[in-house]
Each structure stands twice: as structure tokens, then as C-alpha cells.
């Protein structure tokens, strides 16, 4: 899942400077031999921990928006349990995926006091996803090719504000289905993606920046996450990760388009993953944002744990 733990919509005087409509997505979240699960069927749990740093917010032209300071840290854990069945479809086992984020710290700086930038934390918005993990294509060395689709919702069951310009909650339900995969060029050398496709579904109770709105329905976005990785050594696997992100359509506040708040960015860098055994991995990635528009342009690094139950 980055992802980003966050929900914005900023206002400065009386004039909207700064758009950020889209909830909470993976960027990043997933990263090396994203197309396979690393020991077979059963119970999994991953734990991720981002720290997300931030000195800007861009406008919709990419320029920080125009404000003495716009800076924000934070810090998020998400919880992830998953299972996969033994049960065969369509040539793979079908599975769950459970994700429960939890915004913790957040220090937010505008220079005003934080009079245009006011924030929350506590609890995310839930990801539930039903998937299918179909069988590897194998070669005479290994596997080659390995993918999954899943039918991910995220249900608004997080801490909402609508006085609050960040909100760990994006108070709407939203669809956000992928397909994920990973190809061997090599027993070693292996690249991986994963594409999703967001719909977002109305908010009712709009931020206070649109006034007396009846609703707000954010745009649709394509987003994914792509890496590549060598290992060198049977424990070790090092390389290069990423995510992109852009919103395809425009926001719709009372069921009109609203011009200039469409988002997009995009990010690089570098990663790792040690596996201590078939059943407990450890991955670091980090990731440094780029061309960010109607959102925070910053640098962000997880850490996730894997275990597979056995």
C-alpha cells in the first residue's frame, strides 16, 4: 500500500491556493517481487512504518504555494493481514488483503501559527481487498512470471474533520482495484509493478473550503509503483524503486467540474531487502518525490516487516 496519510484542502484568507482531493492510495508502499508471495498459502502480516518529509506544497503550475512556509513531517504505521486460500479460480488462489493505517505524529509549519494549515491524526481510512494470486509461469531456472489481481475499497472508517485541512480520513468510500506482477530476467534480476485504477465516490460533509457544498467527489486517478531489484546474496536483494501518480479527471464539487486541482507527482529511489528466512523479510525503501502538483512534494522511507505464518 503510500502511500500517502493524508487528505487536503487548504485555504489561505479567502482565496483557494492550494487542492489536494484524492484519498489516501499506495505510492510506495509495495515495492521488489510484488507479483509473487514470498512462501505459499496461509496467514501474513506486514507492518509498515513511513516518515514523510515535506518542504513544500505545490499549486496546480507546480510552484509552492504562497504561503511563508509549507512544510509538513509525519509519521504513519499501517497494519496489513493477509491470507491466501487454497482455493483454485481461474488458474490462481483466491485471497484477502486487510490494511488498517494509523497517521501518528504530524508536525505541520505554515509560518502563520497554522492558521491555514490546521491537521488531525488517529486512525485511517480501512483497505479491504478480495484477490486472485495466479500460478507462476515457471522456467528451467526458476520462476519467470508471477501476478495477482485484487478488487481493493477503501471504506471511510478513519478520523474525519471537516474544519481540518489534513485528515487521516478522506470521508468517502473509493475503489481502487490493481494488477500487480514481477518477471525474472534472471534466477537474480527481477522487475516488478503494480497498476491501480481510482473511482472515488461523493463526500457529504465537504472540507470547509468549499463553503456551503452539498458534496465533493474527487477525480479518477491511474497510479503504480514499479522496482527493480538484483540479489546479492541468497538473503539480500538491492535496487531501484518508484511510484507515479495522476488524477485523469476533475474534481466535481455539487456535481459541477472544478478547474485547476488536478494532482500528479512522481518519485525514485533507492531500496533493499533482506530475507531472513522463506518466512520473515525486511524491506527499505526510499523515495524522493518530483514535478508535484496540487499536493506536497517531499521525500518519504518505509520500512516493512513481512511474516508468513507456518
Given at each position: 500500500?503510500?502511500?500517502?496519510?493524508?487528505?487536503?484542502?487548504?485555504?489561505?484568507?479567502?482565496?483557494?491556493?492550494?487542492?489536494?482531493?484524492?484519498?489516501?492510495?499506495?505510492?510506495?508502499?509495495?515495492?521488489?517481487?510484488?507479483?509473487?508471495?514470498?512462501?505459499?498459502?496461509?496467514?501474513?502480516?506486514?507492518?509498515?512504518?513511513?516518515?514523510?518529509?515535506?518542504?513544500?506544497?505545490?499549486?496546480?503550475?507546480?510552484?509552492?504555494?504562497?504561503?511563508?512556509?509549507?512544510?509538513?513531517?509525519?509519521?504513519?504505521?499501517?497494519?496489513?493481514?493477509?491470507?491466501?486460500?487454497?482455493?483454485?479460480?481461474?488458474?490462481?488462489?483466491?485471497?484477502?488483503?486487510?490494511?488498517?493505517?494509523?497517521?501518528?505524529?504530524?508536525?505541520v509549519?505554515?509560518?502563520?501559527?497554522?492558521?491555514?494549515?490546521k491537521?488531525?491524526?488517529?486512525?485511517?481510512?480501512?483497505?479491504?481487498?478480495?484477490?486472485?494470486?495466479?500460478?507462476?509461469?515457471?522456467?528451467?531456472?526458476?520462476?519467470?512470471?508471477?501476478?495477482?489481481?485484487?478488487?481493493?475499497?477503501?471504506?471511510?472508517?478513519?478520523?474525519?474533520?471537516?474544519?481540518?485541512?489534513?485528515?487521516?480520513?478522506?470521508?468517502?468510500?473509493?475503489?481502487?482495484?490493481?494488477?500487480?506482477?514481477?518477471?525474472?530476467?534472471?534466477?537474480?534480476?527481477?522487475?516488478?509493478?503494480?497498476?491501480h485504477?481510482?473511482?472515488?465516490?461523493?463526500?457529504?460533509?465537504?472540507?470547509?473550503?468549499?463553503?456551503?457544498?452539498?458534496?465533493?467527489?474527487?477525480?479518477?486517478?491511474?497510479?503504480?509503483?514499479?522496482?527493480?531489484?538484483?540479489?546479492?546474496?541468497?538473503?539480500?536483494?538491492?535496487?531501484?524503486?518508484?511510484?507515479?501518480?495522476?488524477?485523469?479527471?476533475?474534481?466535481?464539487?455539487?456535481?459541477?467540474?472544478?478547474?485547476?486541482?488536478?494532482?500528479?507527482?512522481?518519485?525514485i529511489?533507492?531500496?533493499?531487502?533482506?530475507?531472513?528466512?522463506?518466512?520473515?523479510?525486511l524491506?527499505?525503501?526510499?523515495?524522493?518525490?518530483?514535478?508535484?502538483?496540487n499536493?506536497?512534494?517531499?521525500?518519504?522511507?518505509?520500512?516493512?516487516?513481512?511474516?508468513?505464518?507456518?
Open positions: 500500500m503510500n502511500k500517502k496519510i493524508l487528505s487536503l484542502a487548504l485555504i489561505c484568507s479567502s482565496a483557494q491556493i492550494f487542492a489536494s482531493d484524492l484519498p489516501t492510495v499506495n505510492l510506495g508502499m509495495s515495492s521488489f517481487v510484488d507479483g509473487a508471495v514470498p512462501a505459499g498459502t496461509g496467514w501474513y502480516a506486514q507492518t509498515y512504518f513511513q516518515n514523510y518529509s515535506a518542504d513544500s506544497i505545490r499549486d496546480a503550475n507546480g510552484d509552492k504555494v504562497a504561503l511563508p512556509k509549507s512544510e509538513i513531517d509525519y509519521q504513519s504505521i499501517v497494519q496489513q493481514i493477509s491470507y491466501l486460500s487454497d482455493v483454485k479460480v481461474a488458474g490462481g488462489n483466491i485471497g484477502l488483503n486487510l490494511l488498517i493505517p494509523v497517521l501518528g505524529h504530524m508536525d509549519d505554515d509560518g502563520l501559527n497554522n492558521q491555514a494549515i491537521s488531525q491524526r488517529g486512525m485511517g481510512d480501512i483497505m479491504i481487498g478480495p484477490f486472485i494470486q495466479f500460478d507462476p509461469i515457471m522456467g528451467e531456472n526458476g520462476p519467470k512470471f508471477s501476478h495477482r489481481i485484487e478488487f481493493q475499497v477503501n471504506v471511510p472508517t478513519g478520523k474525519y474533520d471537516r474544519n481540518k485541512d489534513i485528515n487521516p480520513s478522506a470521508n468517502a468510500v473509493s475503489l481502487d482495484p490493481y494488477w500487480s506482477a514481477t518477471y525474472w530476467f534472471n534466477p537474480k534480476w527481477t522487475a516488478s509493478t503494480r497498476i485504477y481510482l473511482y472515488n465516490f461523493k463526500n457529504d460533509d465537504p472540507n470547509y473550503s468549499f463553503g456551503d457544498a452539498d458534496d465533493i467527489q474527487a477525480g479518477q486517478a491511474v497510479h503504480a509503483n514499479f522496482a527493480t531489484s538484483y540479489a546479492v546474496s541468497p538473503q539480500l536483494r538491492l535496487g531501484l524503486n518508484g511510484y507515479w501518480l495522476k488524477q485523469i479527471t476533475d474534481t466535481q464539487v455539487n456535481g459541477e467540474d472544478v478547474e485547476g486541482r488536478k494532482e500528479q507527482v512522481w518519485a529511489g533507492p531500496g533493499a531487502m533482506y530475507s531472513f528466512d522463506q518466512h520473515d523479510h524491506a527499505l525503501n526510499a523515495y524522493f518525490e518530483q514535478d508535484a502538483e499536493r506536497p512534494q517531499g521525500d518519504s522511507v518505509i520500512f516493512r516487516y513481512i511474516h508468513h505464518f507456518h
